[in-house]
T-cell receptor, first 112, second 111 residues
Framework: ETGVTQSPTHLIKTRGQQVTLRCSSQSGHNTVSWYQQALGQGPQFIFQYYREEENGRGNFPPRFSGLQFPNYSSELNVNALELDDSALYLC???????????FGSGTRLTVV | DQQVKQNSPSLSVQEGRISILNCDYTNSMFDYFLWYKKYPAEGPTFLISISSIKDKNEDGRFTVFLNKSAKHLSLHIVPSQPGDSAVYFCAATQGAQKLVFGQGTRLTINP
């Protein structure tokens, strides 16, 4: 079975720009969560999607938004990028109600 | 509000000895706890987990202990091997919703 894949692996954007990160969930998983990991910190929950609906959100502003598609893949969109948005963005997939979370390798976003 | 804390940023252990990584939490509603291992440029990899109804779970060289009264869990690795050198994250969840992570502990195994 395929794991979680994320694209791109690295990205450099300018402050004020918009960015879209993509995630393909593991086969059989219907839930996707996004996390932001700043340097030297643990991952912080951004939001979760289940059956194309947002199913929980962390303490992130509305300029962080997402989508989940019928094939359970997902996008994370960030508008009006700020320097502090520079981080590793991780996608994790799971099956609803189950504790087995599988993480992708992440997208390293640098905002300059 | 840091609900999950790993108070040791780093730990150095000699190869073959026991590594003990610690984690404290504040939310008594957490019902499941997980340990992840992370190498640079990779995502976290699941290591071992424990339900809140248990106090110990063992998988090969890895054992997780949960002390609910103290809101404390620990990961024991024995014997420690060079390939165990990585950053270890403790995480907790309630009802299989979001994972709440600690800050991580960098484990270095010395030959």
């Amino acid at each position: 079975e395929t794991g979680v894949t994320q694209s791109p692996t690295h990205l450099i954007k300018t402050r004020g720009q918009q960015v879209t990160l993509r995630c393909s969930s593991q086969s059989g998983h219907n839930t996707v969560s996004w996390y932001q990991q700043a340097l030297g910190q643990g991952p912080q929950f951004i939001f979760q999607y289940y059956r194309e609906e947002e199913n929980g959100r962390g303490n992130f502003p509305p300029r962080f938004s997402g989508l989940q598609f019928p094939n359970y893949s997902s996008e994370l969109n960030v508008n009006a990028l700020e320097l502090d948005d520079s981080a590793l963005y991780l996608c994790a997939s799971s099956s609803d109600g189950h504790y087995g979370y599988t993480f992708g390798s992440g997208t390293r976003l640098t905002v300059v | 509000d840091q609900q999950v804390k790993q108070n040791s940023p780093s730990l150095s252990v000699q190869e073959g000895r026991i590594s003990i990584l610690n984690c404290d939490y504040t939310n008594s509603m957490f019902d499941y706890f997980l340990w992840y291992k992370k190498y640079p440029a990779e995502g976290p990899t699941f290591l071992i987990s424990i339900s809140s109804i248990k106090d110990k779970n063992e998988d090969g060289r890895f054992t997780v202990f949960l002390n609910k009264s103290a809101k404390h869990l620990s990961l024991h690795i024995v014997p420690s091997q060079p390939g165990d050198s990585a950053v270890y994250f403790c995480a907790a969840t309630q009802g299989a919703q979001k994972l709440v992570f600690g800050q991580g502990t960098r484990l270095t195994i010395n030959p």
